[in-house]
C-alpha cells in the first residue's frame, strides 16, 4: 500500500512558514484546475456553435421558448421565441393585462394559426366549439338552421334546413353573408362565423347578404330555434314514384336511409328521385354505406388522394338493394361535399341522370382530431376524386339537364326540377317495362 504524502496529513494548524508554503501550493493547484475548466468550457462553446451554424447531428432538449424551427417552404429558419416575445411583451403592456384570459389566447393563437394555411375548411374548435359541432351531426342544435360554406371567398350559404328559420326568412343557397349584426366577417372562419350566428332559442341575429340573383344587399332578421333534423324523408309522388330527400350525412344517416329502403321494397316502388339538393354534406363513411344500397358490391364510390399524391379508393360495401330500380339525382349549388360523391358515384357507376344545377364544389376531405380539454381540429388531408378521376374542387359537377330554380319559384311554391325529374323517369319505366315484356 502506497504511503500517504506528508502534506495530505499534516495537521492543519502548523508552523507559520510551513503554512504560507502550502497555501502556495494550495493557490497554485486551483489556478491550474480553473485554467483547465476554463479551457475545457471555451472548446465546448466552440464546437457547440460551429455544430450548430453546420448543422451537425448534435442534439439536445431545447424548451419551446428557445425552440428554433426549420421553415420548410422558404429555407429559412423561424425562431419560436418570437412569439414569446409577443406573448410577454402583450401581458406586460396591455391596459387590461389583469384580466387578460390566458387560455383564451391561447386558443386563439392556435386558430390564427390554422388561418394562416389559407384553407377555410382547416380550423380549431374550442370545447364549446366543439359541442356544437357534434352535436350539429347528431342532428339537434340552436341556430338558424342553414349550412354554410366559403366560395369566392365569401360566406356563402350551402343550404337553408327545410323547414328551418333561416329558410323562413328568405335565406337561399347562393345568399352570400356579409355582416353578422355589426360585424363585417370578411376575416373571420367558417367556424367563427358560425359561433356568431348560432345563440340561443329565441334570440334574434341580423344578417346582411348580398342575395345569390341580385346586384344589391339587404338585411334580414331571423328568430333562432331549436333545430331538430331527420336528415332522410320520403314521400310518393306517384303510387309507385318515391322522392326521397337526403338533408346531410350525419351519424344517423346511413340507418336512416336503410330504414327507408325497406319501405321502398315493401311498396315494390318503381322509380326513384334522390333529392340532394341543400345538402351540404358531412361524414364520408355515410355516404359510402348509402351508395352500397344503390350500387353493386366493389365499385368505387370515391378516391382520396394525399398530398404525396397516393391514391386510396374506397368502394361499395354489399347490401345493394335499389340499383335495379330506375332513379333520377336533382343536385344544385347547395349540393356539396358528401352529396357531391354519392352524385358523382352514381353518374359514374349507374351512369343516373343528374337534374337541377351545378354543385358547390367542395373537393377536399377533413380528418376531426381530438385534443385535449374538449377541443378538436378539423384538418383538410386529401382531396377526392369521382370514380372517373373529376377533382371538382371549386368546379362542381355538372347536370345532365339543367333546371334553373328562380325567385318567383320559390314564392309561388313550385319546384320545375322535380317536375322534370317526374317527366324523366316516368319515360324511364315506361322503357324498362317495355325492355322487360
Known amino acids: 500500500m502506497e504511503e500517504p504524502r506528508q502534506e495530505e496529513i499534516e495537521p492543519i494548524h502548523t508552523h507559520p512558514k510551513k503554512e504560507l508554503e502550502n497555501n502556495r501550493k494550495t493557490f497554485k493547484n486551483g489556478l491550474l484546475f480553473f485554467f483547465i475548466i476554463a479551457i475545457a468550457l471555451i472548446s465546448y462553446t466552440i464546437g457547440l456553435n460551429r455544430g450548430r451554424n453546420t448543422n451537425s447531428s448534435f442534439t439536445k432538449n431545447t424548451s419551446l421558448g428557445e425552440a428554433i424551427l426549420e421553415n420548410k417552404a422558404s429555407n429559412n429558419s423561424v425562431d419560436f421565441s418570437l412569439f414569446w416575445k409577443a406573448w410577454d411583451t402583450l401581458k406586460e403592456k396591455h391596459i387590461n393585462r389583469k384580466d387578460l384570459d390566458t387560455q383564451k389566447m391561447v386558443y386563439g393563437a392556435i386558430s390564427g394559426m390554422l ?23 347528431g342532428g339537434s342544435f340552436d341556430g338558424i338552421g342553414a349550412e354554410l360554406g366559403v366560395k369566392d371567398n365569401l360566406l356563402t350559404v350551402i343550404a337553408p334546413l327545410d323547414g328551418s328559420p333561416a329558410q323562413k326568412a328568405g335565406l337561399r343557397a347562393g345568399d352570400k353573408i356579409l ?25 334574434e341575429v341580423k344578417l346582411t347578404i348580398l342575395p345569390s340573383s341580385e346586384k344589391e344587399t339587404r338585411e334580414i332578421s331571423i328568430i ?54 341543400n345538402n351540404p354534406g358531412g361524414l364520408l363513411d355515410r355516404s359510402v354505406s348509402i351508395a352500397s344500397r344503390m350500387i353493386p358490391k366493389g365499385k368505387i364510390v370515391v378516391s382520396e388522394e394525399d398530398s404525396f399524391g397516393k391514391k386510396e379508393n374506397f368502394f361499395t360495401e354489399g347490401g345493394d338493394a335499389l340499383s335495379s330500380i330506375p332513379m333520377i ?109
Open 115 to 137: 388561418k394562416a394555411t389559407e384553407d377555410p375548411y382547416t380550423s380549431f374548435f374550442n370545447p364549446e366549439e366543439n359541442k356544437a359541432f357534434s352535436e350539429d351531426l
Open 179 to 203: 355582416k353578422i349584426g355589426d360585424k363585417i366577417i370578411s376575416d373571420m372562419s367558417i367556424d367563427e362565423s358560425v359561433a356568431l350566428i348560432r345563440g340561443k332559442k329565441g334570440t
Open 329 to 437: 339525382v336533382l343536385i344544385n349549388e347547395g349540393s356539396a361535399s358528401a352529396s357531391e360523391i354519392l352524385a358523382g358515384a352514381l353518374k359514374d357507376n349507374q351512369n343516373i341522370t343528374l337534374i337541377g344545377e351545378k354543385s358547390f364544389g367542395k373537393g377536399s376531405v377533413q380528418e376531426l382530431i381530438k385534443l385535449p380539454y374538449g377541443s378538436s381540429i378539423k384538418i383538410t388531408v386529401a382531396k377526392w376524386l369521382t370514380p372517373s378521376g373529376d377533382y371538382i374542387m371549386e368546379k362542381g359537377i355538372n347536370p345532365d339537364i339543367e333546371i334553373k330554380m328562380t325567385t318567383d319559384d320559390y314564392k309561388n311554391d313550385k319546384d320545375p326540377q322535380i317536375d322534370k325529374a317526374l317527366e324523366v323517369l316516368r319515360e324511364k319505366i315506361k322503357q324498362t317495362t317495355y325492355s322487360q315484356n
Open 224 to 277: 333562432r330555434d331549436k333545430i331538430e333534423v331527420k336528415s332522410v324523408k320520403i314521400e310518393f309522388k306517384d303510387a309507385n314514384i318515391a322522392h326521397i330527400e337526403i338533408t346531410k350525412f350525419g351519424e344517423n344517416t346511413d340507418q336512416e336511409f336503410n330504414d327507408i329502403t325497406k319501405v321502398l321494397l315493401a311498396k315494390n316502388t318503381k322509380g326513384i328521385i334522390l333529392d340532394l339538393r
